[in-house]
């Protein structure tokens, strides 16, 4: 079965500063990745998504992420945070099996310092 | 529109209430989900409907009947519920459920609470 972690509970990093979020899968196939944020009382926002080709991928509001699969790891970066980036972060990992089922790490909470 | 709704934003009811919680899309979705999502962890798939007919229930108690009239909607159907029910209970939906190549969009929540 597929798992995601994420070793951070908590990172707190100042405004204007480079931001890296850690996300590590086991899974046997080919993994889909995403990268989804949600702000406090709110749904969750895609931010990224990568299956197959450059493995770094592009995504929305400033954020990359690059898969190395040699270290099963999908971290997502920014390279100047913006306190409206303060949110929690969750890595999934999406199966081809019926349901299309994603299985999310335990979260990522990102405190911003101004 | 890539938006998913969702009614109400919340909810407080009693163990002994019935009440339903309402999702709609208009992407022309076909796949439908039910997550809960207890404070500081990740969301819990609860239910997936794939074109109308539901396909995954994840060992959910039968207090929670989830009903999906038309590929538009979705509803969860709460009765004697109990207190660790308390969660926000969010929808998604995605083009179908064959590949997670299609996305899925979350709605923004309904946060309820079981007194």
């Known amino acids: 079965a597929q798992s995601v972690t994420q070793p951070d509970i908590h990172i707190t990093v100042s405004e204007g500063a480079s931001l890296e979020l850690r996300c590590n899968y086991s899974?046997?196939?080919?993994?889909?990745l995403f990268w989804y944020v949600q702000s406090p009382g709110q749904g969750l926002q895609l931010l990224l998504k990568y299956f197959s080709g450059d493995t770094l991928v592009q995504g929305i509001k400033g954020f990359e992420a690059e898969f190395k699969r040699s270290q099963s790891s999908f971290n997502l970066r920014k390279p100047s945070v913006h306190w409206s980036d303060a949110a929690e972060y969750f890595c999934?990992?999406?199966?081809?099996?019926?349901?299309?089922?994603?299985?999310f790490g335990g979260g990522t909470r990102l405190m911003v310092k101004p | 529109d890539t938006e998913v709704t969702q009614t109400p934003k919340h909810l407080v009811m009693g163990m002994t209430n019935k009440k339903s919680l309402k999702c709609e899309q208009h992407?022309?979705?076909?796949?439908m989900y039910w997550y809960k999502q207890k404070a500081k962890k990740p969301p819990e798939l609860m239910f997936v409907y794939s074109y109308e007919k539901l396909s995954i229930n994840e060992s959910v108690p039968s207090r929670f009947s989830p009903e999906c009239p038309n590929s538009s909607l979705l509803n969860l159907h709460l009765h004697a519920l109990q207190p660790e029910d308390s969660a926000l209970y969010l929808c998604a939906s995605s083009q179908d459920t064959e590949t997670p190549f299609y996305e899925q969009y979350f709605g923004p929540g309904t946060r309820l609470t079981v007194t």
């Open positions: 999934a990992v999406g199966t081809r099996n019926a349901g299309n089922m994603l299985t």
């Open positions: 992407m022309g979705h076909r796949a």
């Open positions: 899974y046997g196939a080919t993994p889909y």
